[in-house]
């Protein structure tokens, strides 16, 4: 089959409805009376500190979820396909959370989630950046795009690492700067801005004129292993953290007031009946991804917290930079119509019109897991324009930006954030520091992935268990 036929194929598949079901809510339990430890949110974070807090010994523990299911930014959910009985891996596709970025590294071992995947017995499918590319007539690309894009994204990469950008300049600043700097061939400008879009735009779901050209590439990589995928989806590990563990879905906190020096108290909404609820603990962690935060601080009168945040802390938080990275997955019962074309997991099509829309494409069936799935990416301000496509238009498409309870996809380090942004936004509260924060936005050096959240739960965790065992 021809790359033609297989990009006609693609846009037939977006016109067709998608198959998936919404989960169930859960029931509304009773609530007692005073906790030693409320989180707030059941997202890795989240799930990392009640884990690591149990294990230091804190027993009373509450897990307050405003969704009707556990795992926040990690969804696991079922396709309506069947397969072979001896399939490598189920029929479930991440819409959130799907890579283990850096499986192993010789100084820190095995990556916490690939860890979490072993002791919940499903252990994960390493994977390989083995890819093919097309230009925009369905053509495989010449060596000569090949060796022009590594070419140029290494250029630009020494010429920024020289550069010694300002807190103030964005990307797009400094690659102005840099194309400027000599003269590039038509071919080499296109390459860049494709391999810009792939390889940064994609993976910091940002516009480059909203990244900061000094910041936002400082995140580390856990190690020199490859990155890996969950074998049963990242629910699996998800529902192995939430075993044993208190959690109440549909509970949304509005007010999370830490005026008493000893207690704190959480109050808001029981989504589902409507109903107020109102509790009392020794310490809380707020696990409200970034993106949340930064709405209900948008507020001309904010009320989230009681006292209001510091202008130092709410300023940080707000300097932070809230990315968006959408999926448009492409489902068939089998894959054997386009195995034979694309033998590669990574695919990438070049839009010229528009570079970077509906060109990158991860391709399941060429790696271990075997599943007939194509996964779209989207990133960035194109990401906000999938979201306004009708459901018709798509087979499954997820929509973080809209999401009431994210409001975007992960972190990235925004044009006029400074190297204490995170940690200034993450700062706890009160007199005796009785609320905590967590979350990807608040690590330092592992932000915007699953095992960075992971951490910094289990970090605030160990700060606060001394705290509320008092």
């Known amino acids: 089959m021809g790359m ?11 016109a067709m409805p998608s198959a998936m079901s919404a989960p169930s809510a859960a029931a509304a339990p009773t609530p007692s009376n005073i906790y030693d430890l409320i989180i707030i949110g059941s997202g890795m974070s989240g799930l990392g500190a009640a884990k690591r807090a149990k294990e230091l010994g804190v027993n009373k523990i509450l897990i307050l979820e405003a969704r009707d299911r556990i795992g926040g930014r990690t969804f696991t959910q079922p396709l309506s396909i069947t397969l072979p009985p001896n399939s490598p891996t189920p029929a479930v596709i991440d819409l959130g959370a799907a890579w283990i970025h ?17 002791d919940a017995g499903t252990g994960y499918f390493t994977t390989t950046e083995n890819g093919l590319s097309f230009d925009p007539q369905g053509r495989e690309d010449t060596a000569q795009w090949d060796s022009t894009l590594e070419d140029m994204l290494s250029r630009w990469e020494t010429y920024l690492n020289n550069y010694s950008p300002t807190n103030t300049e964005s990307l797009n600043t400094v690659t102005n700067k840099f194309i400027n700097s000599r003269s590039f061939t038509a071919l080499q400008k296109t390459a860049l801005t494709q391999g810009l879009m792939t390889e940064v735009v994609m993976d910091y779901a940002a516009d480059l004129s909203d990244m900061s050209a000094r910041w936002s590439m400082e995140d580390l990589v856990w190690g020199s292993g490859p ?13 192995y953290l939430a075993t044993n563990q208190t959690i109440w879905t549909n509970y949304a ?18 989504m589902n009946t409507a109903a107020k609820f109102w509790l009392q603990a020794k310490g809380v962690i707020v696990t409200m991804p970034l993106g949340y935060l930064q709405n209900k601080l948008a507020a001309s009168q904010p009320t989230l917290f009681k006292p209001a945040l510091s202008s130092t802390q709410s300023g940080a938080i707000k300097a932070l930079g809230m990315g968006l990275l959408n999926k448009v997955i492409l489902v068939w019962n089998d894959a054997s119509w386009w195995s034979g074309l694309l033998t590669e997991p990574w695919v990438t099509i070049r839009n010229t019109s528009t570079p970077g829309a509906f060109s990158e494409y991860y391709n399941l069936a060429a790696t271990a897991t075997k599943l007939p799935v194509l996964i779209c990416f989207n990133g960035a301000s194109f990401a906000r324009s999938v979201e306004g ?19 975007g996809s992960y ?18 509260l009160g007199t005796q520091k009785r609320v905590g924060f967590a979350g990807e936005h608040t690590h330092t050096q592992f932000p915007a992935t699953a095992h960075g959240a992971y951490l910094s739960g289990v970090a605030e965790a160990g700060r606060i268990a001394p705290i509320v065992k008092q």
């Open 389 to 407: 496509l009708s459901d018709e238009a798509m087979t499954i498409v997820t929509r973080w930006a809209s999401d009431p309870w994210t409001y």
């Open 411 to 428: 972190s990235y380090g925004k044009v006029g954030m400074t190297g204490t942004t995170r940690t200034q936004a993450s700062a706890p």
């Open 4 to 14: 033609e036929v297989f990009l006609a194929t693609v846009l037939f598949v977006l």
């Open 227 to 239: 990155d890996a995928l969950p074998a049963r989806g990242y629910s699996a590990l998800v529902d």
């Open 102 to 118: 850096g499986s192993s590294g010789a100084a820190r071992g095995l990556n916490p989630m690939a860890k979490l995947a072993n």
């Open 253 to 270: 906190v509005d007010v999370i007031d830490y005026s008493n020096a000893n207690l704190v108290n959480v109050s808001g909404r029981v």
